[in-house]
């Protein structure tokens, strides 16, 4: 037994309908950020999102701008691979109505306060990524990084639909060349796109109250090309639709089959396998060196992400039939528990 294909989307679509529930048209998936997520309505309920990690030689570095729709909630951190060096800074600014999230993936999106400046200025197929905190562990923190877009490239977008009234629209690009720094204290980290790769998690929709997902992915160099890599499991059990593909030198092989994670959710140090539902198209060890908990206990909201940091090992099989073997593939797999 194997998955149906899912629908692919050519043509530029509305996420929503005039009342703001899902418009049938947009379910399905697309090789270009072709979908507008006109949100609308759903007091409360709405999630906006802009997530960016960055992996450098040095140091992976990430760069958040959320909206919940009763709070803004952005953050920043990095990780020193062999220091394990770790930090990470949050600010939430409640109903957060200064900030404005764009409809399309590729837009510009700032968040402006004095404890956090994170700008996303989208221009000609390259973003520029500039992040001043003036406290950031005790350092300043400064990152000035431009990633590029390479035209050609296929990036992953895809709603998925629970319902008319509850779905998710979400953009994964991958494997994003970038140039530049992250300056923290003296310290300077610098990132040449010749092995420096960003990847970008835009998400925009209306979701549950409760929600659990898994999340693994990677950007890297390997023997000469560029890989990336995005599986998702749990939210998406049963909706006809995955966030599963693959991407060598920027195509995309769309993974119609459902992931299974396997991990040991009271030591999450130890290896997790990921696997294909029915065939073997997907078969991952990931091993993690490091853990990342962020915890957030409001009245409102309630949130626990493990993101581990490790390599994938192991193979998937492209489109053309033959296996791509994937080695010592900096990434990460997450769980991720949201009462929001």
Known sequence: MTQHAEKEIVESTLLCDKKGNLNPAAIGFARKPI??????????????WNYWCVFGDEIMFSATISHLDYAAVCFVYF????????????????????????????????????????????????????????????DLLHADLTIKHPVDDDSLNVVIPWNRQTFQFTGKHHSLPTNGYVKIGEKRYNFQEEEC????????????????????????????????????????????????????????TKIHEDVIFEYNAKDFMQPWHIKSKFTDDVQLTFTPFFERIATTNAKVIKSEVHQMVGYFNGRVRLDSGCYLPIQQLIGTAEEHLAKW
């Open 79 to 138: 990780l020193d691979y062999e220091t394990q060096r770790y930090f990470e800074k949050t600010i939430t600014i409640p109903l957060g109505n200064k900030v404005k999230m764009p409809t399309n993936v590729l837009e510009t999106v700032n968040f402006i306060h004095d404890d956090m400046k994170i700008q996303l200025l989208y221009a000609q197929n390259e973003t520029q990524m500039t992040v001043t905190i003036p406290d950031f562990d005790g």
């Open 197 to 252: 790769y960003a990847v970008l998690d835009y998400g925009r929709g209306v979701w549950p109250r409760e929600a659990t997902w898994n999340w693994a992915m990677a950007s890297q160099k390997c023997r000469g090309h560029r890989i990336g890599l995005n599986l998702g499991g749990q939210w998406t059990d049963g909706t006809g639709m995955t966030e599963n593909a693959i991407f060598l030198d920027g195509k995309m």
């Open 35 to 48: 979908i507008n997520s006109n949100l609308k309505g759903h007091f409360m309920r709405k999630k906006k």
